[in-house]
């Protein structure tokens, strides 16, 4: 996923070229889930068991009450409704487990359909997106469920 030019279309990041790149991306990973500096799931088919996708929190706050949401698709399993199901298993997790009062995402502004799930998922749009010229659009959203109890 992470040398497929389609899923970096939007994205500032180099393609892994190398399978040794692979395995030092999938060790930083591991390392910073064993840190707990982020939580990192796979997306997958339970029955078919082949990666789709993932979707992490990461890039905490020091009071660790914000965190940024990143997520990514293989194309042909866009469109599907996957990454909906996974986003909200994520925020409820965010908000009911980890106690965040805050979930950012950053999308770039061409990518409508990452645009069109923030806002389905009821992210709010900063009103400071359009200052800088910046090609991302930051989005937010905040715990509002009085019956947490965290």
């Not at 030092?24 to 910073?32: A, V």
């Not at 399993?77 to 805050?102: N, P, R, T």
Request: hydrophobic share 35%; proline share 5%; aromatic share 12%.
């Amino acid at each position: 996923m992470r040398s497929d030019p389609e899923v970096h279309k939007y994205l500032e990041r180099p393609l892994l070229r190398k399978p040794g790149e692979a395995i030092e991306f999938i060790n930083r990973i591991n390392d910073g889930i064993a840190r707990g500096e982020w939580y990192y799931w796979v997306i997958s088919v339970i029955t078919e068991g082949s990666l789709l996708g993932t979707v992490c929190l990461f890039n905490f706050s020091a009071d660790q009450k914000v965190a940024e949401v990143g997520y990514e698709l293989l194309p042909q399993h866009q469109g599907k409704g996957y990454m909906s199901e996974a986003l909200e298993a994520v925020i409820d997790f965010a908000f009911q487990k980890l106690c965040l009062k805050q979930i950012d995402a950053f999308s770039h502004r061409e990518n409508s359909a990452s645009l069109r799930l923030l806002q389905k998922k009821k992210f709010k749009a900063d009103p400071a997106n359009n200052q800088y010229g910046d090609p991302y659009l930051r989005y937010y959203l905040q715990d509002t469920d009085p019956w947490i109890s965290c």
